[in-house]
């Protein structure tokens, strides 16, 4: 057991652990997608999208793009901690956790819209951490719902998660009159642009069509609207996403105040993307990407700030039945 503390010091701890990382994620991409060549995604019948992905023609360049997306991601996963200190020390574990995550998940490594949603809600997520209790934080918001209206455009569904983010500036005591107001010119701007395009090319449909596919609820199913791997990975999130919760909530007197605010809305995100996804297993794919962006911060705040016996046996457990979800995964979808 001295020996597995100091395996999981070594790791979380370790400058060379989000290099190794990066290598191995990487060929198991390239191993993936000789093993899977036929892996396409879901038909969907959003036109505003479905008129993006068709510019990708080459499924290949539709690999390097979503590779290159969560590439992004998992930078700004590091320069969110390296600004706020979420897990109180210049860490790159969560960015680590990250791309392990998207890897032992093949059936999502190529191009999504909530591939596009998950790089511009962490955009918008870093803007709404910056306007913490700040005097004027108009600018901030503005920005927040900016990127959260953009991402809208290519994935509808992301609009209902504005409650969450008006409720994130209260708790922040970020929101007052101006701000509301500069959040709602932020989330109407890209639809502006939208909208001048659809009149200026006769289209109008592309206006409607976000409000559309935003009003359209897909049957609820909440078993046989998943795929088998997509049951099995859930089940593994959900188990990570809990204990990392438990560790927050009773751990969290060792955070600053400004740090458990951030951690809190955190787990209120996660907790409603696993009740959207229940409720839409249509979207399951989409959330996905989401849902690996607060699993993975907390995950790495539960490893590195934990070093007893059963922190290091739940975390060799982790990353075990983490190499077992990828070849589970890969397998199923062959």
């Known amino acids: 057991m001295r020996n597995r503390r100091f395996l999981q010091t070594q790791i979380t701890a370790g400058r060379f652990t989000l290099p190794v990382v990066i290598f191995i994620c990487t060929l198991c991409w390239i191993g993936t997608s000789f093993l899977l060549p036929d892996l396409q995604s879901d038909t969907s019948d959003y036109s505003l999208w479905n008129t993006v992905s068709s510019l990708y023609v080459p499924d290949w360049a539709g690999r390097l793009i979503s590779f290159g997306l969560y590439a992004v991601i998992g930078y700004f996963l590091i320069e969110m901690n390296n600004a706020f200190a979420i897990i109180r020390m210049r860490a790159s574990v969560q960015t680590s956790f990250y791309f392990l995550l998207i890897t032992a998940c093949p059936g999502i490594h190529i191009l999504y819209a909530g591939d596009v949603a998950a790089a511009a809600f962490l955009l918008s997520l870093y803007f709404l951490f910056k306007s913490y ?13 900016v990127f959260i209206g953009a991402g809208s455009l290519l994935f509808p569904q992301l609009l209902y998660f504005i409650p969450l983010w008006l409720i994130g500036s209260y708790n922040f005591k970020s929101l007052n009159i101006r701000s509301f107001c500069a959040s709602v010119i932020g989330l109407s701007l890209p639809y502006w642009f939208l909208l001048g395009h659809a009149i200026f090319h006769q289209q109008m449909d592309l206006f409607y069509q976000p409000f559309i596919e935003l009003a359209t609820f897909q049957p609820v199913d909440f078993w046989d609207g998943f ?32 740090t458990r605010a951030y951690l ?18 249509a979207h399951c794919m989409d959330l996905m990407s989401l849902l690996f962006i607060g699993t993975s911060i907390l995950a790495a705040h539960l490893f590195v700030l934990t070093n007893n016996k059963i922190s290091n046996l739940f975390f060799i457990c982790s990353m075990v039945f983490l190499i077992l979800l990828f070849g589970f995964n890969t397998w199923i979808l062959l």
């Open 227 to 258: 795929s088998l791997w997509e049951k099995v990975t859930l089940a593994y999130l959900f188990v990570l996403f809990l204990v990392s919760t438990i560790h927050c909530i009773v751990s969290g007197y060792e955070d600053k105040i400004q």
């Open 133 to 145: 209790q700040k005097t004027h934080s108009s600018g901030y918001l503005f920005h927040s719902f």
């Open 264 to 281: 809190h809305f955190l787990i209120l995100l996660d907790i409603s993307i696993f009740l959207f996804i229940a409720l839409q297993p």
